[in-house]
């Protein structure tokens, strides 16, 4: 068998031919995942140091490197994020939650302790809708959300330089960086279910306003637990954790890759090979490799924090968070369905955060929905993705370009002279209206007739061969005399109003040279 097949259910091949063929025996997979969210407070979550990019070893203090007499303050802003994240994923948040100390030594882990929450998480039971790739849509149980903080990091490709040796160097910084962590229930059966799931997961607490989301720097990380089951089994196989995705395309890559190894292995009478175990992920390879075994509860030795209070949620606190919370990315899809935009251009639309509020904003202008959604995803998007800057960046304001859709709508300027205009307009030039800077470039469209109409009558002058070729039966020529018009007027001519003068002078010229 093929180990890259990408696959949540494989079957055993069929016997030799003079053997009687035994029932087929399938197999599914059964995911889950566990995602690590650096929440972007402007503090650590139990000490009052900065928990903001800075030079190595510099947002540190003895809190958050567990010197000893010390005590940690949980942040309130951490508890609030924490409700937001469980409210948005439809959890019920618990009254009563406390922290536990999570007992493991890694080099990076200035206590030899994390401070997480165990028995009692501050959110449990919600749920989350994703669209799947075939358009449908599919919800996944959340089994928790709780708080805690995060380890420092290990330096190992610039460690020769900085250190002049081999050993590998730590910063602390991150240590004490505020995390949730949100656990699903098993719910996905593919790579593709996983990868779903994921990226509304990542889009909701960026709509949220709970982390910047940019996985490359780490703001979220997926383990995902891969285990696989005869098909009609209830009773989980063995799982298998792969650390540290932060890739979509990758982590659809790397769960089916884990799912064809361990059916294969399945089939192959080699089941026990399938052991509690970490794995990574390599790109080049796209396969999965072992890292370590996996830990189990006991290892952890958790107790529960005694240098930090229970956590105590009022009713209170819960509206005041509800009350503050942003539009949900499905709430914004809801609404822009509403407006009858295509279903293709609100994905596009609520994918990032800054898309939708860029906008939101154009629409607040005034400028109609199917068109301002047109230009937006349009030269606007293609005017980002090229000199790579993000929408919250653009020199152009939303209300620039309302204005210039507005006067595109309303006939002031065509769609030809708005594609002119816009590259001027995204270097930040017509800041001081739209209408006057297009004046100024004497590109505002004529739409008064008598003009259009002398216009014409110009053309048709000096035209007067073509013109005798069109009264004699020759029509298509019409689309000559528009051309030269177009040309004549620098394409500053409405269009429709060009027509009409057009048909009108023509039928004129064709029932004059026929009297």
Not at 259 to 280: C, K, M, P
Request: glycine share 6%; hydrophobic share 40%; net charge negative.
């Amino acid at each position: 068998m093929d180990s890259n097949t990408s696959a949540s259910r494989l079957c055993c091949s069929a016997a030799p031919a003079s053997v009687a063929a035994p029932p087929e025996v399938a197999y599914e997979a059964v995911i889950g995942i566990e995602c690590h969210i650096q929440l972007n407070t402007r503090t650590k979550a139990f000490c009052s140091c900065l928990a903001g990019s800075a030079p190595v070893n510099t947002n540190v203090c003895p809190i958050c490197l567990g010197h000893p007499g010390t005590l940690p303050v949980m942040s309130t802003g951490v508890l609030k994020k924490g409700i937001t994240a469980g409210l948005a994923l439809n959890c019920s948040i618990a009254r009563l939650s406390k922290f536990d100390r999570k007992q493991y030594f890694y080099p990076d882990l200035p206590k030899g302790y994390q401070i997480s929450q165990f028995d009692l998480p501050l959110c449990y039971e919600g749920s989350l809708e994703a669209q799947l790739p075939d358009g449908q849509t599919k919800h996944f149980g959340i089994t928790r959300v709780h708080m805690e903080e995060d380890a420092g990091k290990l330096m190992h490709d610039g460690a020769n330089q900085l250190s002049g040796s081999d050993s590998s160097l730590v910063d602390y910084n991150r240590a004490g960086v505020p995390l949730l962590e949100v656990v699903s229930e098993p719910d996905m059966r593919s790579g593709a279910e996983a990868a779903a799931y994921a990226s509304e997961l990542r889009r909701t607490m960026c709509f949220m306003g709970l982390t910047e989301g940019i996985m490359a720097q780490g703001h979220m990380r997926f383990d995902v637990n891969v285990s696989v089951r005869r098909e009609g089994e209830s009773k989980l196989g063995t799982k298998v954790e792969v650390k540290n995705m932060n890739s979509f395309a990758a982590m659809q890559r790397a769960i089916d890759f884990e799912i064809s190894r361990q059916v294969a292995l399945h089939r192959d009478g080699q089941a026990h090979e399938v052991v509690q175990e970490t794995r990574l992920y390599d790109e080049s390879t796209s396969q999965t490799f072992s890292m370590r075994s996996k830990e189990g509860l006991a290892d952890y030795r958790y107790f529960p924090e005694p240098d930090l209070p229970p956590v105590r949620v009022t009713d209170e606190l819960i509206d005041e968070v509800q009350g503050s919370m942003q539009e949900s990315p499905a709430a914004v899809r809801s609404r822009y369905l509403d407006m009858d935009l295509p279903i293709a251009d609100v994905l596009i639309l609520t994918d990032e955060k800054p898309f939708s509020r860029y906008f939101d904003a154009v629409l607040e202008a005034g400028a109609p929905p199917k068109l301002a959604a047109n230009w937006v995803l349009g030269d606007v998007m293609a005017h980002s993705k090229v000199n790579q800057i993000s929408f919250d960046k653009l020199e152009m304001a939303p209300a620039t370009l309302a204005e210039l859709v507005c006067a595109i709508d309303e006939g002031l300027v065509s769609g030809k002279i708005g594609k002119q205009v816009l590259p001027m307009l995204l270097q930040g030039e017509g800041k001081n209206g739209v209408k006057s800077f297009m004046e100024q470039k004497r590109l505002i469209q004529i739409s008064d007739m008598s003009a259009i109409e002398d216009i014409v009558n110009d053309v048709l002058s000096q035209n007067q061969q073509q013109l005798q070729q069109y009264c004699a039966g020759k029509t298509k020529l019409q689309g000559f005399f528009v051309g030269q018009v177009m040309k004549a007027s620098k394409g500053l001519v409405n269009p429709k109003l060009l027509n009409q003068a057009l048909n009108k002078k023509l039928k004129e010229a064709s029932e004059a040279a026929t009297a």
